[in-house]
């Protein structure tokens, strides 16, 4: 029998009702916070969307769909705006919302525990939103067409959504890798590591377009690629992966640093980078930009 996670393990993670099924989902948010945005999701924001037109200079009521800590909302989303009514950025876990209202607070700027796999949380803002963002996020929701449908609801006619999110990953086949492995397999008999569909089933682009314009929208761009991206040192890689990694807390404190140094060295062998290399990220990654008409 796993030991039980401590408490404040237990406060990390929020239980998804979805489908009558409860779903628990593991991120730490002080490791979390520790990380800057990759290089390529700076590039989706600063330039793709810029090319975009996205700064249309329109009076746009925004959404930032899984808003972490703020850090991103606040120093890529936001500037992206000339002429910003308002940015509603939402978030499921209530540690990530405490910490961008007190780190990343702006006149504009309202924050919201809300999970968006829960269309009652949400519907107070149905055909008011004019541009849609979520980072990093939509590899957490388990109906990604149902997401995309409540993305369809909450834009005005006209109004456009960008989403960056993960589709497959190293970090996930380390994950599968170690979790089967004897030597600590029966810490994990019950867990749901959240690893998205699309991974198993190698989805690319054709899928999601398929499925959003079966939902009635236009799409500007849809491209799926493997994105290597440099973190600036194995200490930061180390955080990143840990932090969304639900395996780790079920592990003993006293067997943790031991786990958490095989899990890294598998994620570095998966991904082909050597111990004196500086650590990459690769990962297999959806931007999808998309206009309700
Ligand atoms: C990897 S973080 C990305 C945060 C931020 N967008 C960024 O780029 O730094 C993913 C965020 O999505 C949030 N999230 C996951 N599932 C969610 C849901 N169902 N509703 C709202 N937020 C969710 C997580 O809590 C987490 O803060």
Redesign the pocket.
């Known amino acids: 029998m796993p030991p039980l996670p401590s408490v404040a393990v237990w406060l990390a993670m ?1 239980k ?1 009702n979805l489908f009558g099924l409860t779903v628990q ?1 593991y ?1 730490d ?1 002080d490791l ?1 916070d520790r ?1 800057q ?1 990759l290089d390529s ?1 700076i590039h989706f924001l600063t330039v793709t969307l810029k090319e975009l037109n996205w700064n249309d200079g329109r009076k746009n009521v925004v959404m ?10 606040i120093e890529w989303i936001l500037p992206l705006f000339s002429n910003l009514d308002k940015l509603i950025a ?4 209530p540690s ?1 919302i405490e910490r961008a209202t007190a780190k990343n607070c702006h006149p504009k700027v309202e924050y919201h525990i ?5 269309r009652s ?1 949400v519907e107070r803002w149905k055909g008011k939103i004019t541009k849609l963002i ?4 939509f590899h ?2 388990k109906d990604q067409e149902k ?1 995309f449908q409540l993305v369809y609801d909450l834009l005005q006619t006209g109004g456009e959504a960008a989403c960056y999110f993960l589709l497959g990953s190293y970090l996930y086949d380390a994950m599968i890798q170690i979790k089967s492995d004897p030597k600590w397999k029966d810490y994990f008999e019950e867990v749901d590591m959240c690893i998205p569909e699309s991974h198993f089933n190698k989805y690319d682009s054709s899928h999601y377009r398929k499925m959003v314009e079966n939902i009635g929208f236009e799409v500007v761009l849809c491209q799926s690629e493997i994105k290597i991206n440099r973190l600036p040192s194995h200490e930061k890689a180390k955080d990143r992966f840990y ?2 990694c639900p395996l780790v807390p079920l592990v003993p404190e006293n067997q943790r640093e031991i786990f958490k140094e095989e899990l890294y060295q598998c994620i570095l062998e998966k991904s082909a980078t050597k111990d004196d290399e500086m650590p990459l990220h690769k990962a297999s990654t959806l931007e999808i930009v998309i206009k309700k008409t």
């Open positions: 929020i998804h989902m991120l948010a979390y990380g945005p999701v930032d769909v899984g808003c972490g800590p703020g850090n991103t909302t939402l978030d499921s876990l990530m809300a999970d968006f796999n829960d949380a979520s980072v990093n996020c957490w929701f997401s932090s969304v």
